[in-house]
C-alpha cells in the first residue's frame, strides 16, 4: 500500500472513530430522531452535488429500489438503534459492538450463496468473535441488567448494515457509492423529518451539544464518507473494509480520556476476540475453494 493509501486509511479510521464521541455528547440533550436528521440533512447536501459534478447521480437512479432498501437497512435501522444505545452504553462498547459487522457480513454472504464464507478461516472467525460478543454481553449485563435491550439494539444494527452492504454490492454492481450514499440519506432525510420536528428540543441545547451534531454530520458523515470512496479506489475494497478495526480502537480511547469512560473487563476481554474474530471472519482464501 502506498503513502497515500496508508494516509487516507487512517484517516478514514480516524473520522469514523469520532462519530461515537459525538453522539454520546448530543444524546444527552437532542432526542435521537433530531441527532439523525441533523447528520443525515448534512450528509445529503455534500454527496449529492458531489455525485452531481462526477455524472454518476442519474445512472443510479436506475436502482432506486434497492438503494431505499439500503437506505432503510444501512442508515435509517442502525444509525437511529445506535445512537438512542448510547444513552444507556459507553461509546467504546458500542464501537466494539459495531466492529462486528464483517463477521455478519460473512454470514450473509454464505446465505447469498458466497462459497469462500464457508472456508474453515472464515468459521473460525465467526467463532471467536460470536464468543467476544457473548463475553461482552455478559459483563455488560452483570454491570446492569437494563444494558441488555441496548446490547441488542447494536447487534441489530450491525447486523443491518452488514445486510445492507451484502445486498446493494450485488443488486447495483458497479455503481457509484457516492450518488448511492447521497441518494440514500437524502431518502432517509425525508423519513426522518417529521420525527425530528416533532421531536425538537423545549429549550435551546448547549454550544456542546450543537457543535457534536454538526461534526457528527459534516465530519464523520460527509467527509467521511467521501474520503472512503477515494480510499476504495486507492487500496481496493478488501483492504478498504479493514477500516472497522482502527475506528474501534480510536472510539475506545476517545472514550476513555475525552469521556472519563472506564476501560471495563467487558472492553479488555471482549475487544481483541471481536476484532480477531472480525479480521478472520472478512478474510478470503488464498486458494480456491470447490463447492461440495
Known sequence: MSRKGWALFALVGLLWGVPYLFMKVAVDELATPVIVFSRLLIGAIV????????????????????????????MVIPWSLI???????SSGVVALLVATVPIWATLFAHHTGDSTAAHRTRIFGIAIGLIGILFLVGFETLNDVGNIRALIQVLVASASYAYAV????????????????????????????????????????SNHAVLATIGLGVICTALAFWVFFIVLKEIGAARASLVV???????????????????????VIGLPMVLLGSYFASRKPSTPVIAR
Open 166 to 205: 451484502n445486498m446493494i454490492t450485488r443488486k447495483a454492481p458497479e455503481t457509484s457509492g457516492v450518488a448511492i450514499n447521497g441518494i440514500a440519506m437524502a431518502l432517509s432525510t425525508v423519513i426522518f423529518a417529521p420525527f425530528a420536528f416533532t421531536h425538537l428540543p423545549s429549550q435551546k441545547p
Open 83 to 89: 445512537t438512542n444505545a448510547q444513552k444507556e452504553l
Open 47 to 74: 454527496l449529492v452535488p458531489l455525485a452531481l459534478y462526477e455524472g454518476t447521480l442519474r445512472p443510479a437512479f436506475k436502482y432506486w429500489k434497492y438503494i431505499a432498501l439500503y437506505a432503510i437497512a444501512e
Open 245 to 267: 478495526y482502527p475506528n474501534t480502537a480510536v472510539a475506545v480511547m476517545l472514550g476513555i480520556f475525552l469521556l472519563d469512560e472506564q476501560l471495563t473487563l467487558a472492553i
